[in-house]
């Protein structure tokens, strides 16, 4: 009877909407919410993230370095994918992410409001990133000379 019990594995527990945006939003550019849920990839995205932030202490000013740049994809990747776990459907949710398991999501006011803030931090994150490429390509093409920045 004791080998019976010890040989069952424990049930798994459901994914969530709310911990897989709030894993989106806060930590989407390591693709952390990539890894919560299972998705097939994930190393690759933490592999890039880790490799760009790696690569930004080579230049004497790490928002100098292109790598900084291109962190702004995983980044903004991981605040729509934030939006998009929040405005899904329960039942899509859990059968593309609990299949087998009972019906466990419930939207409700917590993934609105972290759809809503989601949506505020990735504007302006995008607009910030938008404005550094726009700043580093015109200061490098001498635009800028004379200009106090």
Avoid at 19 to 45: E, I, N, P, Q, S
Avoid at 77 to 95: A, K, P, Y
Wanted: charged letters at 15%; a positive charge.
């Amino acid at each position: 009877m004791t080998d019976e019990i010890a040989l069952r594995a424990p049930a798994p527990r459901p994914r969530t909407k709310v911990r897989a945006a709030t894993l989106a939003l806060l930590l989407g550019f390591l693709g952390a919410h990539w890894w919560y849920l299972g998705r097939r990839g994930a190393a690759w995205v933490t592999a890039y993230a880790l490799a760009c932030l790696a690569a930004t202490g080579l230049f004497p000013k790490w928002y100098d370095n292109p790598a900084f740049f291109l962190l702004f994809i995983p980044m903004i990747d991981g605040f729509i994918e934030s939006v998009v776990f929040c405005l899904r459907s329960d039942e899509n949710f859990d059968r593309a992410y609990n299949p087998g398991l009972a019906p466990s999501s419930r939207t409700g006011w917590r993934e609105v409001l972290l759809a809503i803030a989601a949506t505020l931090v990735g504007a302006i994150c995008s607009m910030f990133g938008i404005a550094m490429v726009v700043v580093y390509v015109w200061s490098a093409m001498g635009w800028l000379d004379g200009y106090v920045l």
